[in-house]
RNA sequence: GCUCCCAUAGCUCAGUUGGAUAGAGCACUGGCCUUCUAAGCCAGCGGUCCCAGGUUCGAGUCCUGGUGGGGGCGCCA
C-alpha cells in the first residue's frame, strides 16, 4: 500500500514483470510489456498482452504461458482478480479498496500526485513567434495553444521549462515597411489602430510593387540601412516593434497565455556574420553559386543531400536559417537544455530538419522535436494574409465570447453582471482553445464557427459544467472545498467507479500526452472524465436526506477528487475551471 | 523530377504506437426536469477503416504497389 501513488500501469507492469522472473521465463534485467487500460470494462480495468511476445521466446503455447503470469500475479493488494482471456489476454480487475485509497491520497496531493519525471531537467520550447506589423490572426491561433498546453503539461511534470517567442522582428519586411510608410501612411489611422495601419502600408506595398520593382530595390536599400544602424531606420524599426508588442501581448492575456523570454530575430542579428564565418572555417559551410551553404549528404538524413541549408545570400545578408542556429547556439549556452521543441506550421518540417542537422555539425547533442501542426483550412482554403482570407484572432475571440455571453445571461440570469461577463470570457475563449486542442496536431483543422460556437456535447462548456457542478454540489452542502478532508469515496455504483478509475489514470495520461506532444490526448481524457461524472452525477445523488453519513461522505469524496482533476486538466489545457456558470 | 503527409459513420474528428465486437461529438429517432445547475442524462440509428497484396497468433495501425488529395524542395519567413 506505500506504493499507492505510483501509476497503476506502473505497479502492474513491475508485478507481472516479477512473476515473469520469477517463472524462469525471461532473464532478470528484462522489461516488461506494460498494462494499458481496457476498452472493454468487461476485459477489466487493464491488460498485458506480453503473453504473446514470451510465447515465441519460451516456445510454449501464449495461453499457457499467461496462465503462469496469472498465477504467479495473485496476492496483491490492488488486485480483486485477474482474469486469463481469449488467446492469452491477462485482464486485471482493481480492487475497490485499493482504487478508493489511491483515488483519497491523490485527491489530496499537489496536482494529483503526477510524477515529477522531470525534476532537474529543462526544456526549451519555442511557440507562437508572429511577425511584427503583422495584426494576429486564426493562423497563430495552434502554434499559441498548443505550444501553450504542451509547456504547462512539461511544468506540471516538474520541468524546467524556459517558453522562448521566437518574433520575427528583423528582416527584408522592414525596409518595405519604412518605404510605405514613407509614402502612404494614415497618422490618423496609426493613431487609432497601429498596428491595423502598418499591415495595410505592408500589403500596400505588395501591390505597388508589382507595377513599380523599383520600389524593392528602395526597400532593399532600406533595410540595409536599417541593419547598419542608422538612427532614423532604427527608430522607425523600434516604434514599429513596440507597438505590435503591445498589442500582441493583449492577445496573449486575452489567451492566458505567457513566455519566460521573448527573444526575436533581431536579438541574434550580431551574430550572424560571425557564425556564417565560423562554419566556413570549419568547413561546415562552404561557398555555392554565391551564396554560402551547409551541404548534407545521406548521413544527416533522409533527403537531405538534396536540400543544403543556406545561410548567406550572395548579397551578404543573412536568412532565417542563420538566425535559427544562431538561435540554436544561444540557448544551449545559457539554459543547457536537454530538449529543444519548435511548435510550428507544419510546412517548415524541412527548415528544421536542416537546421537541426546543422546543429549536430556543430556538435550540439541537445534532443530537438519538431512539433509541425496541420493547417487552418478556411471554407476549402487555406487562411493566407496574402489573400486577404484571414480571420482576425480577436475578433474571433470577441464573437465567440459575445455568443457564450447570450447564452449565459438565458441560462444564468440570477447571477451579476460581472459575473456573467466572466463566465462568458471564460466559456468564449475556451471555446475556441478547445476546439484546437482536441484534435491531433498533426492533422489539419477545418475552422467551423458552428463547432467553435456550440454549447452541447464535446465542448468548452461542456467541461466547465462539469467542473461548476461539483463546486455547486459543495456549496449546497455548505462545505469549503478548500478545506474538506475526503475520505474513502464511494465506489458501489458502477457510474462511481468508472469516474475513479478515470481520475487514477489522470496521471499516466499526463505523462503520455507529454511524451507524444499531443494536447488533444489529454483532452480527450478529460472530456471521458467529464461525461462519466455527468452519468454519476444524474444517477447517484450525492446530498440526500436518505442516505448515510458513510455514503454521504464517500460520494463527497468522489467529486471532491473529480473537481481536483477537471481543474488541473483544464488548467493543463488553458482553459479557466470555472467554479460557478 | 525528388521528398513528406493525409484518406476511418451523413458531417467534424479520436484511435493509448500491433490487441479482443473500430470510438466520440454533431445530425437524426425516442424517452427523462415537484429532489445537488436540462450548457445535463438514458436509449436507438449509423462502418468495404480508399483499393490490392504481404508480414503474424492478431493489422485502422507495420511493409510493398496502386488510386485520390495536400505540403515542401538554395537567395521569403
Same mark, same amino acid.
Given at each position: 500500500?506505500?506504493?499507492?501513488?505510483?501509476?497503476?500501469?506502473?505497479?502492474?507492469?513491475?508485478?507481472?514483470?516479477?512473476?515473469?522472473?520469477?517463472?524462469g521465463?525471461? +532473464?532478470p534485467?528484462?522489461? !516488461?510489456?506494460?498494462?494499458?487500460?481496457?476498452?472493454?470494462?468487461?476485459h477489466?480495468?487493464?491488460?498485458?498482452?506480453?503473453?504473446?511476445?514470451?510465447?515465441?521466446?519460451?516456445?510454449?503455447?501464449?495461453?499457457e504461458?499467461?496462465?503462469i503470469?496469472? +498465477?504467479?500475479?495473485?496476492? =496483491?493488494?490492488?488486485?480483486?482478480?485477474?482474469?486469463?482471456?481469449?488467446?492469452?489476454?491477462? =485482464?486485471?480487475?482493481?480492487?475497490?479498496?485499493?482504487?478508493?485509497?489511491?483515488?483519497?491520497?491523490?485527491?489530496?496531493?499537489?496536482?494529483l500526485?503526477?510524477?515529477?519525471?522531470?525534476?532537474?531537467?529543462?526544456?526549451?520550447?519555442?511557440?507562437?513567434?508572429?511577425?511584427?506589423?503583422?495584426?494576429? %490572426?486564426?493562423? %497563430?491561433?495552434r502554434?499559441?495553444?498548443?505550444?501553450?498546453?504542451?509547456?504547462?503539461?512539461?511544468?506540471?511534470?516538474? /520541468?524546467?521549462?524556459?517558453?522562448?517567442?521566437?518574433?520575427g522582428? /528583423?528582416?527584408?519586411q522592414?525596409?518595405?515597411?519604412?518605404?510605405? /510608410?514613407?509614402?502612404?501612411?494614415?497618422d490618423?489611422?496609426?493613431?487609432e489602430?497601429?498596428?491595423?495601419?502598418?499591415?495595410?502600408?505592408?500589403?500596400?506595398?505588395?501591390?505597388?510593387?508589382? +507595377?513599380?520593382?523599383?520600389?524593392?530595390?528602395?526597400?532593399?536599400?532600406?533595410?540595409?540601412?536599417?541593419? +547598419?544602424g542608422?538612427?532614423?531606420?532604427?527608430?522607425?524599426?523600434?516604434e514599429?516593434?513596440?507597438v505590435?508588442?503591445?498589442?500582441?501581448?493583449?492577445?496573449?492575456e486575452?489567451?492566458?497565455?505567457?513566455?519566460?523570454?521573448?527573444?526575436?530575430?533581431?536579438?541574434?542579428?550580431?551574430?550572424?556574420q560571425?557564425?556564417?564565418?565560423?562554419?566556413?572555417?570549419?568547413?561546415?559551410a562552404?561557398?555555392?553559386?554565391?551564396?554560402v551553404?551547409?551541404?548534407?549528404?545521406?548521413?544527416?538524413?533522409k533527403?537531405?543531400?538534396?536540400?543544403?541549408?543556406?545561410?548567406?545570400?550572395?548579397?551578404?545578408?543573412?536568412?532565417?536559417?542563420?538566425?535559427?542556429?544562431?538561435?540554436?547556439?544561444?540557448?544551449?549556452?545559457?539554459?543547457?537544455?536537454?530538449?529543444?521543441?519548435?511548435?510550428?506550421?507544419v510546412?517548415?518540417a524541412? %527548415?528544421?530538419?536542416?537546421v537541426?542537422?546543422?546543429?549536430?555539425?556543430?556538435?550540439?547533442?541537445?534532443?530537438?522535436v519538431?512539433?509541425?501542426?496541420?493547417?487552418?483550412?478556411?471554407?476549402?482554403g487555406?487562411?493566407?494574409?496574402?489573400?486577404?482570407?484571414?480571420?482576425?484572432?480577436?475578433?474571433?475571440?470577441?464573437?465567440?465570447?459575445?455568443?457564450?455571453?447570450?447564452?449565459?445571461?438565458?441560462?444564468?440570469?440570477?447571477?451579476?453582471?460581472?459575473?456573467?461577463?466572466?463566465?462568458?470570457?471564460?466559456?468564449?475563449?475556451?471555446?475556441?482553445k478547445?476546439?484546437?486542442?482536441?484534435? =491531433?496536431?498533426?492533422?489539419?483543422?477545418h475552422?467551423? /464557427?458552428?463547432?467553435?460556437l456550440?454549447?452541447?456535447?464535446?465542448?468548452?462548456?461542456?467541461?466547465?459544467? !462539469?467542473?461548476?457542478?461539483?463546486?455547486?454540489?459543495?456549496?449546497?452542502?455548505g462545505?469549503?472545498?478548500?478545506?474538506?478532508?475526503?475520505?474513502?469515496?464511494?465506489?458501489? %455504483?458502477?457510474?462511481?467507479?468508472?469516474?475513479?478509475?478515470?481520475?487514477?489514470?489522470?496521471?499516466?495520461?499526463?505523462?503520455a500526452a507529454?511524451?507524444?506532444?499531443?494536447?488533444?490526448?489529454?483532452?480527450?481524457?478529460?472530456?471521458?472524465?467529464a461525461?462519466a461524472?455527468?452519468?454519476?452525477?444524474?444517477?447517484?445523488?450525492?446530498?440526500?436526506?436518505?442516505l448515510?453519513?458513510?455514503?454521504?461522505?464517500?460520494?463527497?469524496?468522489?467529486v471532491?477528487?473529480?473537481?481536483?482533476?477537471l481543474?488541473?486538466?483544464l488548467?493543463?489545457?488553458?482553459?479557466?475551471?470555472?467554479?460557478?456558470?
Amino acid at each position: 500500500m506505500e506504493d499507492v501513488m505510483k501509476l497503476v500501469s506502473e505497479l502492474l507492469t513491475e508485478g507481472i514483470r516479477a512473476a515473469a522472473v520469477q517463472a524462469g521465463l525471461v +532473464e532478470p534485467d528484462a522489461v !516488461a510489456e506494460p498494462f494499458v487500460p481496457t476498452a472493454d470494462p468487461r476485459h477489466g480495468d487493464y491488460q498485458c498482452n506480453w503473453a504473446f511476445r514470451l510465447a515465441k521466446i519460451a516456445r510454449k503455447a501464449p495461453r499457457e504461458v499467461a496462465a503462469i503470469l496469472v +498465477e504467479r500475479l495473485g496476492d =496483491n493488494p490492488m488486485i480483486a482478480r485477474v482474469e486469463l482471456a481469449g488467446p492469452g489476454f491477462v =485482464n486485471v480487475f482493481l480492487s475497490d479498496p485499493w482504487l478508493g485509497e489511491n483515488l483519497r491520497a491523490r485527491s489530496v496531493a499537489a496536482d494529483l500526485g503526477v510524477p515529477q519525471v522531470g525534476a532537474g531537467r529543462t526544456m526549451v520550447i519555442d511557440y507562437s513567434s508572429p511577425n511584427i506589423a503583422k495584426r494576429m %490572426h486564426v493562423g %497563430h491561433l495552434r502554434s499559441t495553444i498548443i505550444g501553450d498546453a504542451i509547456t504547462r503539461m512539461y511544468r506540471v511534470l516538474g /520541468w524546467k521549462v524556459i517558453a522562448d517567442n521566437h518574433i520575427g522582428d /528583423w528582416g527584408t519586411q522592414f525596409g518595405k515597411l519604412i518605404v510605405a /510608410w514613407e509614402r502612404w501612411r494614415d497618422d490618423a489611422a496609426y493613431a487609432e489602430d497601429p498596428v491595423a495601419e502598418l499591415q495595410r502600408l505592408y500589403q500596400a506595398f505588395g501591390e505597388a510593387a508589382q +507595377e513599380q520593382p523599383d520600389l524593392i530595390e528602395r526597400a532593399r536599400a532600406e533595410t540595409v540601412k536599417l541593419q +547598419e544602424g542608422e538612427s532614423k531606420s532604427r527608430a522607425l524599426w523600434q516604434e514599429f516593434c513596440r507597438v505590435s508588442l503591445e498589442e500582441f501581448d493583449r492577445v496573449y492575456e486575452r489567451l492566458g497565455v505567457s513566455f519566460d523570454v521573448v527573444l526575436g530575430e533581431s536579438y541574434y542579428r550580431d551574430r550572424l556574420q560571425r557564425l556564417v564565418d565560423d562554419l566556413l572555417e570549419r568547413g561546415i559551410a562552404v561557398h555555392d553559386q554565391g551564396a554560402v551553404i551547409v551541404p548534407f549528404d545521406a548521413s544527416d538524413g533522409k533527403g537531405l543531400s538534396k536540400n543544403p541549408l543556406l545561410i548567406r545570400k550572395s548579397d551578404g545578408a543573412a536568412l532565417y536559417g542563420t538566425t535559427d542556429l544562431a538561435t540554436v547556439l544561444h540557448r544551449v549556452e545559457t539554459w543547457a537544455p536537454e530538449r529543444v521543441l519548435y511548435e510550428t506550421d507544419v510546412r517548415q518540417a524541412l %527548415h528544421f530538419r536542416q537546421v537541426f542537422a546543422a546543429s549536430r555539425k556543430l556538435g550540439v547533442e541537445v534532443e530537438f522535436v519538431h512539433i509541425g501542426h496541420g493547417m487552418l483550412k478556411l471554407d476549402g482554403g487555406v487562411a493566407s494574409t496574402r489573400a486577404g482570407t484571414v480571420l482576425n484572432l480577436v475578433d474571433v475571440l470577441d464573437t465567440a465570447v459575445a455568443h457564450a455571453r447570450t447564452v449565459v445571461d438565458q441560462a444564468s440570469a440570477h447571477l451579476s453582471e460581472s459575473e456573467r461577463a466572466e463566465i462568458a470570457e471564460a466559456v468564449g475563449v475556451g471555446a475556441v482553445k478547445i476546439t484546437d486542442l482536441s484534435q =491531433n496536431p498533426s492533422t489539419d483543422i477545418h475552422f467551423d /464557427w458552428e463547432r467553435m460556437l456550440a454549447i452541447e456535447g464535446d465542448t468548452a462548456p461542456y467541461l466547465l459544467y !462539469a467542473n461548476a457542478r461539483c463546486h455547486s454540489i459543495f456549496r449546497k452542502a455548505g462545505l469549503d472545498i478548500e478545506t474538506f478532508v475526503p475520505g474513502l469515496p464511494d465506489l458501489t %455504483h458502477d457510474t462511481a467507479r468508472a469516474v475513479a478509475l478515470l481520475v487514477v489514470r489522470t496521471p499516466e495520461v499526463v505523462i503520455a500526452a507529454t511524451e507524444a506532444a499531443k494536447p488533444n490526448v489529454l483532452a480527450t481524457h478529460v472530456f471521458a472524465l467529464a461525461r462519466a461524472f455527468a452519468s454519476f452525477y444524474s444517477a447517484c445523488r450525492v446530498l440526500d436526506e436518505d442516505l448515510s453519513a458513510e455514503v454521504r461522505l464517500g460520494r463527497l469524496s468522489l467529486v471532491y477528487a473529480v473537481a481536483r482533476s477537471l481543474s488541473l486538466c483544464l488548467d493543463l489545457l488553458g482553459l479557466v475551471p470555472l467554479r460557478r456558470m
